[in-house]
């Protein structure tokens, strides 16, 4: 088989690329390790930028977002026993958008088959020959077959476990990384919201975060140790501990019911430089991962995307290859702004199990300054809603 792109991932960023390349005329192959449910029933990202709602509407399969999304103007912190605002549209004039990932991901697999794009799910051993040469090719196989396709470019859209970025060799490639010393426990549960914007909540039990899907869809977070396992909270437990950590006025309004779904996730922040190697782009979790509390991972995905989108569109409709060439060190300076805004946002908000009490007084005074700084409240509306790409 031939094609222009080869395309290793069908997550949203994968997905998202090669419907943008259709849009153009350029021709892809989405390689997906697993089935099409499985990649549909991850629960994950909740919050879209601006410019991830654009190359959506760009990619044609804006239409239900923006019909079924919720716009938000604003969030909630709460901590030392008080909850402030911080209004996005004032500070900044751009609001985000509720819209599940699940739902991001099943608008771009409908768009995908509707248009008779290949997706070839189920692919075992993806390797990526010759990327450092003008002619790189793909193999795998799907149920014992050997298959290679030979392309013009690799996407290495395959998250965080995939094989594109140990493709690049260690001797070209740099990785920078923070663990966090615990994690997330997440639940989603058939209960309205308890507000209708975000709580961030720094509590001295922990951080928690409440948040949503839709009006009868919330999705909320405890932090928890790392050596925490899911089965060892039941509903209740949950319902309690978050309860514990949000302000009085939630917890007496929160409603409970069963979960539908709960996971840990561990917080990492992570980014490999550079994000190609040849003709080899990495992007999406396949080059960095942030910690989910600034609500990154998934739109610092779409900027990768709409860089290497629009290199690639140079290089086929207008013979240039300067975003081609440029595409590591463009997505890298956009990415390494939202890890730092990740890692600010974290510290800001969660008990680290080493802190000090001058740390919790510096936590403490940060807070403070946000909540009274026209400033602050700017810089942090500023980067939440997404800088420019
Ligand atoms: P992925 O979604 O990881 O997609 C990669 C795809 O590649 C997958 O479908 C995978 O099956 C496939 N693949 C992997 N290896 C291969 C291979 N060798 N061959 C073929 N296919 C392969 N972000 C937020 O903003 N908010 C959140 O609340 C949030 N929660 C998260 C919770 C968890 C548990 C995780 C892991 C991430 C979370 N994120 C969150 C991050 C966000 O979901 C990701 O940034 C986003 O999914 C990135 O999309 P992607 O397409 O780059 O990678
Ligand atoms: C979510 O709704 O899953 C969500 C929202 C905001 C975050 C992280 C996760 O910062």
Same mark, same amino acid.
């Not at 942030?290 to 739109?299: E, H, I, Q, R, Y």
């Given at each position: 088989?031939r094609?222009?792109?080869?395309i290793v991932?069908?997550?949203p ?23 099409k449910d499985?990649v ?12 991830m ?7 044609g ?14 969030t909630l912190i ?7 605002r ?6 900044t004039g ?11 991901? &099943?608008?771009? +697999? !409908?768009?995908r088959?509707?248009? =008779?794009?290949?997706? %070839? ?5 993806? *390797? ?8 790189p090719y ?14 013009d470019?690799?996407?290495g ?13 260690d001797?070209? &490639?740099?990785? +920078? !990384?923070?663990?966090?010393?615990? =994690?997330?426990?997440? %639940?989603?549960?058939?209960?309205p919201? *308890?507000?209708?914007?975000l709580?961030?909540a ?8 409440c948040s949503?899907?839709?009006?009868n869809?919330?999705?909320?977070y ?6 925490d ?5 039941t ?6 501990e ?5 302000p009085?006025?939630?917890a007496d ?17 992570f980014?490999?430089?550079p994000?190609q190697?040849g003709?080899l ?5 396949a ?5 989910p ?5 998934l ?6 995307i709409?860089?290497?989108?629009h ?6 409709l207008?013979?240039?290859d ?6 590591s060190?463009?997505a890298?300076?956009?990415?390494w ?6 890692w ?6 969660h ?9 919790l007084?510096?936590?403490q ?8 700084s026209?400033?602050?409240?700017t810089?942090?509306a500023?980067n939440y ?5």
């Amino acid at each position: 088989m031939r094609t222009q792109v080869v395309i290793v991932g069908g997550g949203p960023s994968g997905l998202l690329l090669s419907q943008l390349l259709l849009k153009s005329g350029i021709e892809s192959i989405v390689l997906e390790r697993k089935t099409k449910d499985y990649v549909l029933s991850r629960i994950r990202a909740g919050i879209l930028e601006q410019g991830m709602l654009n190359l959506m509407r760009e990619a044609g399969v804006g239409d239900r977002m923006d019909a079924e999304g919720f716009v938000h103007d604003g969030t909630l912190i709460a901590a030392n026993n008080e909850t402030f605002r911080i209004d996005f549209v004032q500070r900044t004039g751009t609001p985000v958008m509720v819209y599940g990932q699940t739902e991001v991901t &099943r608008d771009l +697999y !409908e768009a995908r088959e509707k248009a =008779g794009g290949k997706i %070839v799910f189920n692919t075992d051993g993806v *390797v990526i020959h010759d990327a450092k040469t003008d002619a790189p090719y793909v193999t795998y196989t799907v149920d014992g077959t050997e298959h290679r396709i030979d392309c013009d470019f690799v996407a290495g859209c395959d998250g965080f476990h995939g094989v594109s970025r140990k493709t690049i060799p260690d001797s070209v &490639r740099s990785e +920078y !990384e923070k663990i966090y010393p615990f =994690g997330w426990l997440g %639940v989603l549960s058939e209960t309205p919201p *308890v507000d209708d914007e975000l709580i961030y909540a720094n509590s001295p039990r922990g951080f928690a975060l409440c948040s949503m899907r839709n009006a009868n869809l919330s999705r909320y977070y405890v932090q928890c140790p790392l050596t925490d396992h899911v089965d060892d909270w039941t509903d209740a437990a949950f319902w309690d501990e978050l309860k514990r950590r949000i302000p009085e006025e939630a917890a007496d309004k929160l409603i409970t019911g069963p979960t539908i779904e709960k996971s840990i996730a561990p917080l990492r922040s992570f980014v490999t430089e550079p994000m190609q190697w040849g003709r080899l782009f990495l992007c999406g979790d396949a080059a960095h991962i942030v910690p989910p509390t600034g609500a990154k991972g998934l739109n610092t995905a779409a900027s990768d995307i709409h860089y290497l989108y629009h290199a690639l569109k140079e290089h086929y409709l207008e013979g240039s290859d300067e975003g081609i060439d440029g595409y590591s060190q463009k997505a890298l300076l956009r990415i390494w702004k939202a890890e730092r805004f990740s890692w600010w946002m974290t510290n800001l908000l969660h008990r680290f199990p080493d802190q000090s009490d001058f740390d919790l007084k510096m936590q403490q005074a940060q807070i403070a300054f946000l909540r009274d700084s026209d400033a602050a409240q700017t810089v942090m509306a500023e980067n939440y809603v997404g800088l420019p790409y």
